[in-house]
């Protein structure tokens, strides 16, 4: 085999090695996405039935899940207000504290995001609940409200985030520089604000961001410490749990679409930021005109993002389904009408025949009788096919000085029974 091509099968696998990744990556993210523009009431792309935007009005009207957003958006803000400053209050001890306590030091700052989060969630609970307790507070008081607690808790170990991050943004610092600005006369406090401030702005926004996920995504302790509240994350859990239907992906969607205009506005802040300390501003004709400055800027690439995404939510909001529901609808009652015609024929054909008439039934009545052995004690008042016949006239009782009937003989019975206790004496008879 020769070495051209053996490059190219290489190339070959390459290729579909990198397509089958990002079909794995990416695949689940449109499916997620087609589904919810189908009108059907269970999240699928196939059958498809009709194109609508009707489940992004559904989820915005779920006013549970509406509620536990705000929930949530307010918890994450206050996790960020004390995480961040905590995480870098930890990483400023570790770089100023000696090798052998910052081992230390850094194990127990380290630990909550070890500890599972149920753990996290129900210390928190009891630690608050008895400090509370002891304080005198009652039940409706702040460290038993379940939006207080669930702040206690994330902090725990969202704050190691921020720390981390931190640290990390503190290894490429030059501590000769707060040395020179303390020897220059500078206080502690404006060595801080005008030189380490401004070198930790960019781990600054990316704690923050990082913590606000960290928070608005928890399950495992927010579900233990919000208590009789919802966030949005257990509110989405417990929508879950009861049957999912087409607005979730109706906010994945929405979750796609804010994190692309942010991956792309990010971009262009990166490369306008390496444009200009590469020096390549001055030299291009994009960036030295003033129309291509403004085409490329940041703030003008969010902005046209943001029309185009309110282009489309107003497009989406003016279209109407109804029509092509219906023709689904009555569809679906014509299907199911041939499927019972279908189910009532495969019925008849399997009826089973009538059994034929046994010899009992078809035997020849007994003279006088309705052939049955009780002499015609029932037939008398019954005709066939269920209708009466005229009672049985009684004999009129023997005449005043008529002979009595002749000994030994046997007169008819004076009953409607047709003889059926002929021969019956009575009791002392």
Not at 33 to 49: H, K
Request: hydrophobic share 50%; aromatic share 8%.
């Amino acid at each position: 085999m020769s070495a051209a091509s053996a490059g190219g099968g290489g190339r070959w696998a390459s290729t579909g090695y990198g397509a089958l990744f990002y079909l794995f990556l990416f695949g689940p993210l449109l499916i997620m996405t087609g589904t919810a523009f189908n009108s059907s009431s269970f999240p699928r792309l196939s059958p498809w039935e009709c194109f609508t935007t009707d489940w992004f009005g559904v989820l915005l009207n779920d006013r549970r899940l509406m509620d536990g957003l705000w929930t949530s958006a307010g918890i994450g803000l206050g996790v960020v207000l004390i995480a961040v400053p905590m995480g870098l209050a930890g990483a400023l001890a570790l770089s100023e504290i000696a090798p052998r306590l910052r081992a230390a030091l850094y194990t127990v700052l380290i630990t909550p995001v070890l500890v599972p989060g149920v753990v996290l969630g129900i210390s928190t609970i009891v630690f608050w609940g008895q400090v509370g307790r002891a304080l005198g507070m009652p039940t409706t008081g702040l460290f038993f409200d379940g939006v207080f607690l669930t702040i206690a808790g994330q902090v725990t170990f969202v704050s190691a985030y921020a720390m981390l991050i931190f640290s990390a943004r503190l290894q490429r610092f030059d501590p000769t520089l707060t040395e020179a600005a303390l020897d220059l006369g500078a206080s502690p406090g404006q060595a801080f604000r005008k030189i380490l401030l401004p070198f930790l702005r960019p781990a600054i926004a990316s704690a923050a961001f990082l913590t606000l996920l960290a928070s608005f995504e928890n399950y495992n302790t927010t579900v233990f410490t919000i208590l009789a509240d919802a966030t949005f994350t257990t509110a989405l859990a417990s929508k879950v749990r009861y049957g999912i239907d087409p607005s979730l992906s109706a906010l994945a969607v929405i979750i796609i679409a804010l994190t692309l205009i942010g991956a792309i506005t990010h971009e262009a802040v990166m490369r306008r930021r390496a444009a200009i300390l590469s020096g390549r501003t001055a030299r291009s004709r994009l960036y030295g005109h003033p129309v291509g400055r403004l085409a490329v800027h940041p703030a003008t690439i969010l902005a046209l993002l943001v029309a185009l995404a309110g282009l489309a939510v107003w497009q989406g909001s003016r279209y109407d389904s109804s029509a092509c529901r219906a023709g689904v609808l009555e569809e679906r009652r014509a299907l199911q009408e041939k499927l019972m015609q279908e189910q009532r024929a495969r019925m008849r054909q399997t009826a089973p025949a009538p059994a034929p008439a046994s010899p009992a039934t078809t035997a020849p009545a007994a003279p006088g009788g309705n052939g049955s052995g009780f002499g015609g004690a029932f037939g008398s008042g019954l005709r066939p096919g269920g209708a009466s016949a005229p009672a049985p006239t009684l004999p009129s009782p023997a005449a005043p000085g008529s002979p009595p009937p002749a000994p030994g003989s046997n007169p008819a019975p004076a009953t409607p029974f047709g003889g059926a206790f002929q021969g019956i004496k009575p009791p002392g008879g």
